[in-house]
């Protein structure tokens, strides 16, 4: 991989975004760009189990040199097994040298879940089992990062029926400081962001109940989706390519799953050109979350538990003598809301069972 050098102007609107995604104030900028510039680069051995390798290509790809090369000057990544370029035993050499070199300092960054079954002989890597490697470099690691859905819980191949026994990081090693950064690929500023929020405030951000940073995973996409205005308004898609599809209607009946996943995807977007795949008339798939996405079909709904607009949110229509969602939302607030709310959800979302994943298959 070629790397480049970046502006001063890319850098620190690099680590703007960053600050940003920590949930930092502006102020930080320069805090944050220090860490960058400090020489306190935190060693890094990067495993591969079961994936795809995605989680890399989103993190490391061409079309954003800037942030790779940023990502690549952060840390001292000594051993990555799809972009090191030694091979065969000159690997197993480079390996056993940085887990030596850098005892009880390294951070372990897993890719891909990891097998269990049969006594985990489905993933060997140098005829070695993903199980045995993980206990190994774990062991001696200060904190471990497991990237993607498959190293946070598994992902798609602990999907029903598990042939390989699939699991995350978390359910295999219980003795370390895990952070996990989910999605199917993650955003690849939440794991620049995590590795900074290290290096800026010598601790490791706070977490969630399933080990994810908050400032990355506290809210729902649902929350923030540009297209919840509709969902308020009770305007959805009913199949892909009809008029609401095509007029960017709510996508809650086609299967989206952003009412319970919580990620920045809506805030955060990908590759810097403001795409998003809810954006694009995908229904969110829930990659976040833990038995969601590859759990449940494509098309099945989920509950709702949040379906009034929330009270900052404008009123759609202010037109006098309609009934407007934001006005229904405001007397059900001053009223106590729970009650309202749920005669709001009554009038507009169909019952549970209706097309859960029958439609259009
Ligand atoms: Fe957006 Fe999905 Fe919520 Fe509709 S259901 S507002 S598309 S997150």
Redesign the pocket.
């Known amino acids: 991989m070629i790397k480049r050098e970046i502006s001063r102007r890319d850098f620190l609107k690099l680590c703007l975004v960053a600050t940003a995604t920590m949930g930092l104030p502006v102020s930080f900028v320069e805090k944050v760009a220090a860490a960058v510039k400090s020489k306190n680069r935190p060693p890094v051995i990067w495993l591969h189990f079961q994936e795809c390798t995605g989680c890399s290509e989103a993190l490391l790809r061409a079309t954003n040199p800037d942030l790779a090369t940023l990502i690549l000057d952060l840390i001292s990544l000594d051993y990555h097994e799809t972009l090191m370029a030694a091979a065969g035993n000159q690997a197993e050499e480079a390996l056993k040298k940085a887990m030596e070199e850098n005892k009880g300092r390294y951070i372990c960054v897993v890719e891909g879940s990891i097998p269990t079954r049969d006594n985990g002989i489905y993933c060997k890597i140098a005829g070695k089992k993903a199980i045995d490697i993980l206990q190994e470099v774990a062991h001696q690691a200060a904190a471990i990062i497991a990237i993607g859905n498959c190293a946070s819980f598994g992902g798609v191949q602990s999907a029903p029926p598990n042939p390989t026994g699939a699991k995350g990081v978390m359910d295999l090693i219980k003795d370390k400081p895990i952070v996990n950064i989910p999605g199917c690929p993650p955003n690849p500023y939440n794991f620049l962001a995590t590795v900074l929020h290290v290096l800026t405030f010598k601790k490791i951000p706070a977490l969630d109940k399933y080990k994810r940073p908050k400032f990355a995973y506290g809210r729902?996409?649902?929350e923030h989706?540009?297209?919840?205005p509709?969902?308020d308004a009770g305007r959805?898609a009913e199949q892909f390519g009809d008029e609401g599809h095509r007029q960017g209607w709510?996508?809650?009946k086609l299967g989206?799953?952003?009412?319970v996943?919580f990620a920045n995807c809506?805030t955060n977007r990908f590759n810097d050109i403001d795409v998003w795949p809810?954006g694009t008339g995908a229904?969110?798939a829930g990659c976040t979350e833990k038995g969601v996405a590859f759990f449940m079909a494509l098309r099945e709904k989920v509950d709702?538990h949040e379906v009034t607009p929330p009270s900052t949110y404008a009123p759609i229509s202010t037109k006098k003598g309609k009934v407007t969602t934001g006005g229904i939302a405001a007397v059900s607030a001053a009223a106590g809301a729970a009650v309202g709310a749920a005669a709001v959800a009554a009038a507009k979302l169909p019952d549970k069972g209706e097309g859960d994943g029958k439609e259009g298959r």
């Not at 989706?225 to 919840?228: G, T, V």
């Open positions: 729902t996409i649902h989706c540009e297209r919840r509709h969902f959805f709510c996508l809650y989206c799953k952003g009412p996943t809506c809810i229904p969110c709702v």
